[in-house]
């Protein structure tokens, strides 16, 4: 596949963007060796690009650190990858009077002056956020990042692969649907109306895998996550089966 036609397939993203992906792609086939992305990219992004792997004629994979991660860096390899260039810390910042949330972390770290990019998923437990992190920003991290919002806080440099590692909180709910159009699924969801569905999605409320998508017909696939602001944010699972009215039966994870 040649750099035209990769843009084409990727053009939801920011050409410089896209570029220097097939760029490290190229790089990877010519020198043998693995190569990774340099940050964190939401679902659309690592799974577009990992449909193109037959056509780009290399080996693509993804990696969160968290199960279910949601961010993940891309690496490029001719063969396996046994690890990637990334770090999980932990951010503790218990505190009695503040009740600190993932907004509360999340903006405490980019007011450091680092992209977005360079953070994977965060995620909140036992008083503390772990955080999946580019390995070159850690000593910075470490360094700089001495408080959350007015609570003190101290950063541990975590295995990635210890047993302490949270797990996302989800609730599994059965949700029975007409169809898996947008509009549907969202008003099922959010036991909101038909119309009251439609106009999220047009007002741009409504993401999916963290894009806008304006259109209300659009199919809903599985393993997709739908953000609608307001009221939380789903994964849709599997189809499960169909009711006797005929119905489809979908398995979606609630975030908590």
Known sequence: MNKKDFLNK??????????????KIILAKKINKVICTGEFY??????????LSEELGINIYSY???????????AFSNDHVYCYPVTLI????????????HKDYLGSLM??????EKFGDLIL????????????IVDYIKMNLVSIGKTHCTIDVLDIYSSE?????????????????????VSTLCNISRSKAEELVKQGKVLVDYSEDFRKNK??????????RGYGKFKIVEEVGWTNSGKIKILVKKFI
């Open 10 to 23: 990727v053009s939801f993203l920011e050409n410089n963007i896209a570029s220097n992906i097939y760029d």
């Open 42 to 51: 939401t679902p659309k992004t690592w799974k577009t690009i990992e449909s």
């Open 64 to 74: 969160g650190i968290f199960e279910d991660a949601e961010r993940k860096v891309i």
């Open 90 to 101: 932990r951010v503790n910042g218990k505190s009695k009077f503040n009740n600190l949330r």
């Open 111 to 116: 007011a450091l002056g680092v992209k977005r």
């Open 125 to 136: 437990s036992n008083d503390g956020c772990y955080v999946a992190v580019q390995e070159e």
């Open 165 to 185: 590692i949270p797990k996302y909180d989800f609730q599994k709910i059965i949700v029975n649907v007409s169809s898996l159009r947008i509009d549907c699924v």
């Open 219 to 228: 199919i809903l696939n599985s393993d997709t996550i739908i953000t609608v």
